[in-house]
């Protein structure tokens, strides 16, 4: 394995993956994809210097597809309160129930500064998967299926199935002006159309280099708050120097 | 799913690519009604026939555009059906002005939208007789036509489409190659305007040839559900489903090409592929080769569609709904026969979708798709679990009972429910029967519920049977494939289909004693019983069985008596068999509660003995 490549377990009760083509009564994918691989990495660890390069993903139980009927609404949350009797929709969802998955994913930095090897992340978010410390709560596909992570275990084994797929979304790409474009992929094996999780393993690592080039869009903070977060990221580098 | 429906599409159309019959801008369109006019626009008159297909303008979503030349008779003569409106104002008590004026002013509206429409191919020279038709030669043309419309077509027919007649060369004016040409370039222009920079891939096949923009996909008819209309597969209605800034049908990333081929794929499913005459009357009833409707009758709300990769039409699901002893039998030999010789079957992809029409779109329930070989494996597991064995009164012997896939379905919560609960039943058993998987803990539950409520049903008059026990095959049925299914895990004995004497599980013992109890007391009463032991305690002594048995076994000794004072060797033998049960009863203790899953094996063991108990009946009867 490449010193740069980590490995984490997730596992939760439910997850929900949406196919983008079938997002109003939602049906999930029968696999993680590669954007929620990378959204529960971010959770745990995120810093503008580097991206994450999803390789893989395990699937360590078999696929259960289960099936809800929620209260959902019908417009966008905003500044506006919401009155529920006026927006209330229903809206069927299909959802995998009983998951857990091995995500491998490496640090990816387009250049190597000295300062911050990469190396060092790949420490920092060891450390932090050992503690259970994550920014925000890791989801899996949908905020509401929150999901447990740690390191794994030697008896963590996938599932020897072969799962098609079809088309699956890979991530959204942001441009220079931080416009999303979906992208998706077709074929991840020689030999077979579609995608497919060959043995339990979902190989997404040549086909993710594309959104290695995506823009990480910065948002407009304000003065003040900028210069806290700039102190407060100095602090806990020169931090993990001293305990080196 | 979309990929797999588009791949079906194409099969469909293999040998006609690049024709224009399969080009994205037109499409087949009923017709029914021809508007005769000679070159010079004068009206003749109208011809009414029989339903036919025609190639038109693709139009994906209907409401607010109009489709050229080809269309209802609001849109193009601007006609209302004023009797009909009135009616409908005076069922609705709204004044009839009012009406009336809001259906000519709609009227109007469509009109204005075929005449836009229209005035785009005004360079088109074949379509001069058309434009005089409603310009220069108006009182001649369309005046004329409006005013008999209303006399020349039948009230039943005026819903359908109109297409215009040229009187001299008896041919369709819209089924010219310039017109279709004129359609093609039109719409490719418009593809071209709607290509983005920002999807630029398709999510299905990949490629950049056709854009992706928020363009309805088109619409699927036949789904079923309530109300009856056509349904989209794929929309974003609200803007609370849109995300990252795209509107509508950009957020699929489904280009024009993909969509046409699936919604053309799911509406050649969900169709039907032949119609039969009725028993009754009227209507011919439909027949499917890719569809199932799979709850209740009157509201069916959830249906599956199934097809092969390579053979697309497949009759093996045929099975599920007329089970008989001599096909599942064949079925079972050409299973085994396929295993055990070299020659298999050319292996093929089975996909089966499962959806149901909610009020607005279509919501898919399941997703299936598995191999051939694994979809006939599993069927013959399916039978295997559900075959149970019935005594059959007219042949005097036990029958091996296939239930068919329907009556599973109703017996779980009831015939007579309007219940949507129907549909849910039906796709959780689909998925049960297709792939292999075991039934969830609620169908247990509701099975145990039905048979325990509906224990005190009395036969009807003139007929030998309880409703219950009509049911009670079905059920059992169900009971014993979750129980199979389920001890596949855990290593328990599986349910045999008739009396299994080695199984020593005590619930399906105590179940056999009850059933015992049950005929001492009928023998003891001599036929003459109003609420036997089943119609009181079945629920009681499947549920807690140490209190109940110990009653029961007070009674059933007092009823040993009475028979022993009247036939000593019949008193013998239920005495024997009773022991022998009772002896199996681990330290002769009954337990103080059964779990759901005993109360299954109970109601299992209880069924068994009866049917056993009929048999021998009848055979000493014969002796």
């Known amino acids: 394995m490449n010193n740069n490549t980590v490995r984490i377990k997730v596992w939760g009760e439910f997850a929900c993956f949406t196919r983008p083509d079938l997002k109003v009564e939602r049906m999930t994918y029968p696999c993680m994809t590669p954007s929620a691989a990378r959204g529960v990495l971010d959770s745990i660890l995120w810093k503008p210097e580097f991206t994450w390069h999803v390789h893989r993903i395990l699937v360590l139980k078999p696929v259960k597809f289960y099936s809800v009927k929620r209260n959902e609404i019908k417009k966008k949350q905003g500044k506006t309160p919401i009155v529920v009797e006026e927006d209330r929709a229903q809206r069927n969802s299909i959802v995998l129930k009983d998951v857990a998955y091995i995500i491998e994913a490496a640090v990816h930095q387009a250049t190597s500064p000295v300062k911050n090897p990469t190396k060092k992340y790949v420490e920092m978010f060891n450390r932090r998967v050992g503690k259970g410390q994550c920014w925000r709560r890791p989801y899996l596909g949908t905020r509401e299926f929150a999901a447990e992570f740690s390191l794994p275990d030697e008896n963590d084994k996938q599932i020897p199935e072969d799962i098609p797929i079809g088309s699956m979304f890979l991530d959204m790409w942001y441009d220079d002006k931080g416009v999303p474009m979906p ?33 990480h869009p910065r948002g407009h903070i304000a003065e003040y708050p900028r210069q806290l977060i700039h102190e407060f990221n100095l602090t806990e580098e020169t931090s993990e120097e001293d305990m080196r | 799913m979309i990929q797999q429906l588009v791949e079906l599409s194409n099969r469909l159309k293999k040998g006609q690519e690049g024709k224009k019959t399969t080009h994205d801008a037109l499409t087949k369109v009923p017709v029914g009604i021809d508007c005769v006019i000679d070159q010079k626009g004068n009206f003749k008159r109208f011809i009414v026939h029989e339903r036919q297909n025609t190639l038109a303008e693709r139009i994906a979503a209907k409401k607010g555009k109009a489709r050229l030349l080809v269309d209802k008779a ?97 041919k369709r004016l819209h089924e010219q190659d310039s017109i279709y040409d004129a359609i093609i370039a039109s719409y490719e222009t418009s593809m071209t305007n709607l290509k983005n920079k920002r999807f630029d891939r398709c999510s299905v096949c990949g490629s950049t040839s056709h854009p992706v923009g928020d363009k309805p996909h088109g619409m699927i008819k036949g789904v079923p559900g309530q109300p009856r209309r056509d349904r989209a597969f794929v929309s974003y209605n609200k803007s609370a489903f849109e995300s990252y800034g795209m509107t509508g049908n950009e957020n699929s990333s489904i280009c024009t090409h993909c969509a046409k081929a699936y919604v053309d794929g799911l509406n050649w499913l969900l169709a039907p592929s032949s119609w039969v005459p009725s028993e009754r009357k009227g209507k011919p009833r439909p027949v499917f080769k890719n569809r199932k409707d799979i709850s209740n009758d009157r509201s069916n709300d959830t249906a599956v569609v199934f097809w092969l990769r390579k053979a697309v039409e497949t009759s093996i699901l045929d099975i599920l709904d007329n089970p008989t002893e001599d096909n ?127 224990q005190s049903s009395k036969p009807e008059e003139g007929k030998k049977r309880s409703r219950w026990e009509i049911k009670l095959p079905d059920r059992i049925a169900l009971l014993k494939l979750y129980l199979n299914r389920k001890t596949n895990q855990q290593e328990r004995s599986q349910f045999m289909p008739e009396l299994d004497k080695s199984n020593q599980n005590t619930a399906y013992t105590c179940g ?17 019983l109003n609420a036997g032991i089943r119609e009181r305690f079945f629920s009681f002594a499947s549920t807690m069985p140490a209190t109940a048995f110990g009653r029961l076994c007070k009674l059933a000794q007092h009823h040993l008596s009475k028979i022993r004072g009247e036939n000593v060797g019949l008193a013998v033998n239920l005495d024997k068999k009773l022991q022998e049960l009772m002896s199996r009863v681990e330290g002769t203790r009954f337990p103080a509660v059964f779990s759901l899953e005993d109360q299954a094996s109970f109601a299992i063991g209880y069924y068994h003995q009866r049917q056993k108990d009929f048999t021998t009946k009848q055979s000493n009867k014969e002796e």
């Open chain 1, 183 to 215: 992208k998706f992929f077709y074929n991840n094996f020689a030999g077979l159309t579609g995608v497919w999780v060959r043995q339990g393993v979902l190989e997404c690592a040549k086909e993710y280099e594309q959104i290695l080039t995506s823009n």
């Open chain 2, 74 to 170: 609001e849109e193009m003569l601007e006609f209302v059906d004023e009797a009909k409106v009135v009616a409908k104002a005076a069922k609705q008590k709204k004044k009839p002005e009012n009406a009336l004026e809001d259906a000519r002013a709609q009227s109007k509206f469509k009109h204005e939208l075929f005449r836009n429409k229209l005035d785009n191919y005004r360079h088109l020279k074949q379509l001069s007789g058309v434009f005089s038709f409603y310009e220069s030669n108006r009182m001649d043309g369309i005046e004329k036509a409006r005013k008999a419309f209303a006399k020349e077509v039948d009230e039943k027919q005026r819903i359908g489409n109109i297409t215009f007649l040229d009187s001299s060369e008896a």
């Open chain 2, 328 to 454: 599942v039998r064949a079925m079972f030999d050409s299973v085994f026969e396929g295993r055990r010789t070299a020659t298999k079957i050319e292996p093929d992809t089975f996909y089966a979708i499962t959806l149901s029409g909610t009020a607005a779109r279509i919501a898919v329930r399941d997703w299936i798709e598995t191999s051939l070989e694994n979809l006939r494996a599993n069927l013959v597991r399916w039978f295997q679990d559900i075959e149970i064995a019935r005594y059959d009164p007219d042949q005097s012997k036990l029958m091996k009972h296939y239930s068919r896939f329907k009556s599973l379905v109703w017996n779980v919560k009831g015939k007579s429910d309007n219940d949507v609960q129907h549909g849910r039943i039906g796709a959780v058993l689909w998925k049960c029967a297709v792939t292999g998987h075991s039934p969830p803990l609620w169908l247990l539950h509701a099975v145990l519920n039905r048979i325990r409520a509906e």
């Open chain 2, 512 to 528: 056999r004693i009850f059933a015992v109890f049950e005929s001492i007391q009928y023998h003891a009463s001599g036929g003459n």
